[in-house]
């Protein structure tokens, strides 16, 4: 057997050495510790292993935390959490290199109790919600790998670590181990072809000044703004993001994994076309990097989740593929949250009722945000990863609105009607295909 | 608007690792000989894959970010052994 953790590991034979819990969950993301949570307030003896040296060493996100799960599982969370800013004021950006269209959004309501999205530092935020399942009793082990999973006759009955003497034996093994899950890959339980559904971020944390800051966003206190930026990577599907903290912003882009690779351009390239766009670049002038950073996210969504339980073991957050990324939403933390909560409650429940049936697990995914979302979203990964909506839709969109907004005369002004059918010409995009694509949409999201 | 570009260096030296003496990624220069699409060279975050004048990768496991995407991407069989750090070795975010 491997004695590390990656794709050839494979699974080993229970010694009698080891320590033994009720539960085993790997990785203190926020899926772990929301299941170490949730078993250890039920009483459970529970492990929760991280191979960073503190929780959220190891990983990076955009910026934007969605609350309205953590309300179930930490009521008043607002009070405590490490939060940089609240979003009031949300934009979605379409851009080409020259040009840009934004929809501006901005509500009162967002910036107080009980608050929709805020911006924290994975670092802070991570190690905080492990906190929490520590103080329900949890045991954290942390700069400690998980290398593989321990079997008997078949069945998962803990993990390997590569601590001397590291194995755990446990009755059920939740693992939280995030997008390149090792453990379901040996488990079996994945499917093949991964990387045509995962994209890479890459993000930079630029400082500027807080004031500065209130100003070019146009906020104050400790509002905050999330834009969502569409096209501007030189036609490689993907988008990009910039959020702001208290005194830093956060740039990236998100890219797809196989264009990138047949691209023959660096991602730092495209942060900095980002930077450089005229839109961009007014808000992000001066700031000083203090932070370049990189993460696979799982992008494929309902259609490429792996199996979700198995003998002995429960599937959750990233490892999972439960990732939302659908274009206007990159919501990734809630679903690892809302999904490492049901699996520690099913695990608990299976431990209560003495059984090995864990297929509660999947019964509350199904009946909560965390599979009807994503069932629902089925359709838009791949609508959305597409040349149409990546690059052809955001160019025509702009060029039509540079046109119905450019004075022309002593032309008279165009019709709205002449200037879309030149518009989706120019930009070789049939009539049919975009009624076909409104509709996919309109199902996708609808 | 122009934007003062940093160099890669200093890019790099914003991220702390804690550099174990075990590299957890190797490299088989040989089989990348005959790789024709070099993807992992324009992919990987970190910049870790360097091409040789001899037509092979030299390969730096020291300040990678542990993401994965040069084993996915990688259509060569063997050419990339991968696994994370050691508990507590490689990379460290603080903001994340
Ligand atoms: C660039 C980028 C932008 C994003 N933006 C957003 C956003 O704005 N909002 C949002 O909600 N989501 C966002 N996401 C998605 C979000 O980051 C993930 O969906 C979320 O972190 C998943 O949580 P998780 O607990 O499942 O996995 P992770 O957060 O990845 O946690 C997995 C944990 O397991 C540990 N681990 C892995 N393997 C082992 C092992 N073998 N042994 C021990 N420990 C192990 C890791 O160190 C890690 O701590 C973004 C992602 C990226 C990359
Ligand atoms: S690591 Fe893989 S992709 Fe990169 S040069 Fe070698 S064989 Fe090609
Ligand atoms: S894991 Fe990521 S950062 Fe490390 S070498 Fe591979 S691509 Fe580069």
């Known amino acids: ?446 | 608007m122009d934007y003062p570009e940093i160099s890669f260096e200093d890019r790099m030296s914003t991220v702390d690792f804690q550099v174990s003496r075990r590299a957890h990624i190797e490299v088989d220069s040989e089989i990348c000989n005959s790789c024709t699409t070099r993807e992992c060279v324009h992919a990987c975050p970190a910049n870790l894959f360097v091409p040789t004048t001899d037509g092979g990768i030299l390969f730096n496991y020291e300040q990678c970010f542990e993401c994965g995407t040069c084993y996915l991407l990688c259509n060569k069989q063997g050419a990339i052994s991968w696994t994370y750090p050691d508990g507590g070795d490689g990379v460290t975010f603080r903001k994340g």
């Open chain 1, 1 to 446: 057997m491997s004695e590390h953790a990656g794709p050839a590991a494979t699974t080993a034979q229970a010694t009698e050495k080891a320590t033994t819990f009720d539960v085993v969950v790997v990785g203190a993301g926020p899926a772990g510790s929301a299941a170490a949570l949730e078993l250890a307030r039920r009483g459970h003896h529970v492990a929760l292993v991280e191979r960073g040296a503190f929780p959220g060493a190891k990983n990076v996100y955009g910026g934007v935390i969605y609350g309205r799960i953590l309300d179930e599982l930490i009521p008043n969370w607002w009070e405590e959490a490490p939060i940089e800013r609240w979003v009031t004021r949300r934009q979605t950006m379409l851009m080409t290199p020259t040009q840009s269209l934004t929809v501006d959004f901005r509500t009162e309501n967002w910036g107080k109790p009980p608050y929709n999205g805020a911006t924290a530092h994975r670092a802070k935020f991570d190690a905080w919600l492990a906190s929490k399942a520590e103080e329900a009793g949890a045991e954290l082990i942390t700069s400690t790998v998980v290398t593989g999973l321990l079997t008997e006759n078949g069945r998962i009955v803990g993990v390997r670590t590569d601590r001397p003497d590291g194995d755990l034996r446990a009755r059920i093994v939740i693992a939280c181990d995030g997008v390149n899950s090792f453990l379901a890959k040996q488990a079996g339980m994945y499917p093949d072809g991964q990387v045509h559904h995962t994209t890479l971020g890459v993000k930079e944390t630029l400082a500027l000044p807080r004031e500065t800051i209130e100003e070019r966003f146009g906020v104050s206190g400790t509002d905050g703004v999330d834009i969502e930026l569409v096209g501007g990577t030189r036609g490689i599907a993907g988008g990009g993001f910039l959020y702001t903290n208290l005194d830093s912003v956060s740039v990236g882009v998100v890219l797809s994994l196989t264009e990138l690779g047949k691209a023959k351009v660096r991602p730092e390239e495209l942060i900095a076309d980002l930077k450089r766009h005229p839109a961009i670049a007014p808000l992000v002038k001066g700031g000083e990097l203090i932070e370049y950073a990189a993460h696979l996210i799982p992008e494929g969504g309902y259609n490429t989740m792996p199996k979700l339980t198995g003998d002995g073991i429960l599937v959750t957050g990233d490892a999972a593929a439960m990732c939302l990324a659908a274009g206007i939403w990159l919501e990734g933390v809630n679903f690892a949250i809302g999904s490492g909560m049901y699996a520690g409650r099913a695990a608990a429940e299976a431990l209560s009722k003495n059984t090995t049936d864990l297929s509660g697990y999947e019964r509350m995914l199904h009946e909560s945000f965390v599979l009807a979302d994503h069932r629902k979203l089925k359709g838009a990964p791949e609508l959305l990863l597409g040349d149409r909506v990546q690059n052809k839709y955001p160019a025509m969109i702009c060029d039509l609105v540079e046109n119905l907004f450019q004075v022309t005369n002593p032309a008279p002004k165009p019709g709205l009607r002449k200037l879309f059918r030149r518009g989706a010409k120019q930009h070789g995009i049939r009539l049919r295909d975009l009624a076909k694509d409104a509709i996919t949409g309109f199902r996708a999201y609808g």
